[in-house]
């Protein structure tokens, strides 16, 4: 009997504690798959996977920035066009001839990328915060302007690359490989490291997450809450910039619809990964879970036939209302 007793205080002492909300993209993801192989072995055969996680590269940076702004409670809907203004802007530039070395006007390109970037991000950090604006409303205008720019640079058509040289230096940046892994995969495990870092081992992370728990209490400890606000949307304006970097090597062209439709299917990648919508919450490998979600879906439809791939973003649409109605139920039984 007594130790029965004992037995029963150790377990009450040391629970199993798990976060249902961390574990339920991997959970749903690990379902996906297996309902992926019973409508088709391919799915789960290893060049598919390292095609589909190659192919949701894009959204899983862009993505990983989001939860930055998310989670401090921002929203940005201008991460699709800027992507359009800035791969624009980078062709633009390397077929511009202006450095007659190629290596070195592709360097100067990816630099110019970033830093474009950057100031989009800053400029969207800045109109919320400074001005007082809902990010809602600010990051639709700029939406607006990315996109227009983007329409009158290409005249209504496409910014192609022009230089072969540029083209085959640039080439290995998506279609190359290390170790039998593409680029595109290292360079999402990179962002997602350095963000993971950074949202839960730095000050810097604390003070986001603590920004979108309570505006009011995190201003009244002493924390700049339009400084946070700012810089994470800094930190979404160059993962943007480098999702341009995998982008246009891939392409070699941009054009006004570039991009169309990416805001939602980022910000639905960090709903799916856990990220709660109205702040305070931060999860940047359930983001990158949710991207790579987004893109086995849309990979199982095309390969089963059981849904029209027409219906995708049918589909990414009712992904997202479930992942918050999932959301709400974890939140309500924690």
Known sequence: MADTLAR?????????????????PFVALALLLAVGAFANPNVISLDNLLNVATRSAFIAIIAVGATFVIAAGGLDLSVGSMMAFVASLMIMFMNSGVIADPLMMLVAAMLLSLAIGTVCGLANGWITTIGGIEPFIVTLGTMG?????????????????????????????YFGAVLGVPVPIIVIFAVALIGAFV????????????????????????????RVRTVTYV??????????LLYVP?????????????????????????????????????TVCGAFILEIVGNIMLLSNFVSEYLIGA????????AMLVQRSLMRKS
Do not use: K, M
Request: glycine share 12%.
């Open 145 to 173: 302007i990315f996109r227009g720019l983007t329409t009158w640079l290409s005249q209504g058509g496409a910014i192609t690359l022009r230089s072969p040289e540029i083209q085959n230096l640039y080439h290995p940046a």
């Open 8 to 24: 029963d205080t150790t377990a009450r002492r040391f629970p199993i504690d798990v976060d249902l909300r961390a574990v339920a």
């Open 235 to 244: 930190i979404q304006g160059l993962c943007v910039a480098i999702a341009v």
């Open 315 to 322: 589909i990414q649409g009712a992904i997202i209302i479930i």
């Open 199 to 226: 949202l839960y081992r730095t000050r810097f992370g604390r003070h986001v997450v603590a920004v979108g728990s309570n505006e009011e209490v995190a201003r009244y400890s002493g924390i700049s809450v339009n």
């Open 250 to 286: 891939r392409l070699g062209s941009t054009s006004a619809t570039s991009g169309t439709l990416w805001e939602l299917q980022a910000i639905t990648a960090v709903v799916i990964g856990g990220t709660a919508l109205r702040g305070g919450v931060g999860r940047i490998w359930g």
